[in-house]
C-alpha cells in the first residue's frame, strides 16, 4: 500500500493505492489519526487504484471516525465495484459518504 496526500480547499485528500489488509490497515489508521489530529475535518479518500480491503481495513475507518468525535467527515471516492460491494453488505455509506468521482465529492464536501 502507498498512501499519498494533500490539500485543496479545506478538504484533506488521501489517495490509496494497493490493499489496506491486515499488514497494512495500521498504516493507514495512523495516517487518517495524525491528519485528525492535526486538525483536518474534513477527509476524502480516493480509492481509485484501491484493489482491496479486508476487515481490518474497514476497521481503521471507523477508529478514526470516532476519533472525529461527529466534528467531521470522511467520505470515499472512486470505489471500485467490487470494493463497493463489500462496503455496502455492511453499510458503510450510512457512516461514509461515499460519492463516484473526487470532482462530486470535492462539489459536496465544500
Same mark, same amino acid.
Do not use: W
Given at each position: 500500500? &502507498?498512501?499519498?496526500?494533500?490539500?485543496?480547499?479545506?478538504?484533506?485528500?488521501?489517495?490509496?493505492?494497493?490493499?489496506?489488509?491486515?499488514?497494512? #490497515?495500521?498504516?493507514?489508521?495512523?495516517?487518517?489519526?495524525? &491528519?485528525?489530529?492535526?486538525?483536518?475535518?474534513?477527509?476524502?479518500?480516493?480509492?481509485?487504484?484501491?484493489?482491496?480491503? #479486508?476487515?481490518?481495513?474497514?476497521?481503521?475507518?471507523?477508529?478514526?471516525?470516532?476519533?472525529?468525535?461527529?466534528?467531521? +467527515?470522511?467520505?470515499?471516492?472512486?470505489?471500485?465495484?467490487d470494493i463497493? &460491494?463489500?462496503?455496502?453488505? +455492511?453499510?458503510? &455509506?450510512?457512516?461514509?459518504?461515499?460519492?463516484?468521482?473526487?470532482?462530486?465529492?470535492?462539489?459536496?464536501l465544500?
Amino acid at each position: 500500500m &502507498h498512501i499519498t496526500t494533500n490539500k485543496e480547499k479545506n478538504i484533506r485528500i488521501i489517495s490509496v493505492d494497493g490493499k489496506i489488509d491486515s499488514f497494512t #490497515s495500521k498504516d493507514f489508521q495512523d495516517s487518517l489519526i495524525t &491528519h485528525i489530529l492535526d486538525g483536518e475535518y474534513t477527509i476524502l479518500i480516493d480509492c481509485s487504484k484501491l484493489d482491496y480491503i #479486508s476487515s481490518s481495513g474497514i476497521r481503521a475507518f471507523y477508529y478514526a471516525l470516532r476519533e472525529l468525535n461527529s466534528n467531521g +467527515v470522511i467520505a470515499l471516492c472512486s470505489v471500485n465495484d467490487d470494493i463497493l &460491494h463489500i462496503l455496502e453488505l +455492511v453499510d458503510f &455509506h450510512s457512516d461514509f459518504p461515499i460519492f463516484n468521482t473526487i470532482d462530486e465529492a470535492m462539489g459536496e464536501l465544500k
